[in-house]
């Protein structure tokens, strides 16, 4: 049950540090940069430019792989921020970038489509996914990345992944 | 005309060409008719799952993408350039940690403007793969 008087940096706090260990826990993740932006529960994540992410340099252009990447990352984190939220809330798991043992065990991508909608500039770009079903064990996720403009989109993806079991 | 280790060299420039590409230490294996392979080594930066080491799926997704463009780039009619239309990637297993990781990709159909590509990813063990694709790519003329 949530507590309508618990001091608000103390939420800000769990809340950031348990999706900083997430986050943090994976190499990959660090390696391309990607950060994720959180209000309340909501999600956007970051893909800050960066030379070595170019797959055509003549355009230039972000590379298709890079692009699928940062859409599978951002479902992958969505949904295991989505289902871990609950016991978050109610302190019964405080995860910790320090101690691995408290982080939780990631879904394991079964299949990924992405749908590549306009060339990806040299610059920032977001993704947001939306857990579309979610039972015990599958679940299947869409994730949308934009740039410059929300609603121009320059690639979107659905996947299906099995969640870790207790 | 050039021979296939001219081929090959070229393709090797192509990807050395690509900064993702050489972020990742792709090398060109095999090039040519249509069908390309392309191998990276395992890295610690690269893992997804820091519990077991296991390499994370998008960096598979870019070695099967850079894998099916140059397919498409080496199909004999020559096109100019191409783009991803659309990638579908099925994980059969876990990569093993440590092995490096190839991917094997073939144009099977190219229409004026559209080519249909099938793509594997192996380890060590070729006889059970890592993971497959399927790809529509665009062929510019």
Redesign the interface.
Known sequence: MADRNEPLHQIKSRRDSALNALVS????????GIRFDRRGDELTAILPYD????????LP?I????T???L??TAIIELSWAAMWEDLESGRIAPDAAV?DSLP??P?????????LR?GLPRDAYARARVVRSGRRYASVHVEAWQDNRARLIAQATGHFLMPQP | MTDPADHARIAQQFIEAIPHARALGMRVDEIGQGRAVISMPWADHLVGDPRTGVIHGGVVSALMDTCCGAAVMAHPTNPRSTATIDLRIDYMRAATPGQRITARAECYHMTRSVAFLRATALDDDPDNPVASATGAFTAER
Do not use: C, Q
């Open positions: 826990g994976v190499p990959y993740m660090t390696w391309l030379a070595k992410l170019i797959g055509n340099p003549m252009a590379h298709g792989g890079v699928a990447a940062f599978e990352v691995p065990r990631l394991k991508t079964i299949d990924f489509t992405v749908d590549y060339s």
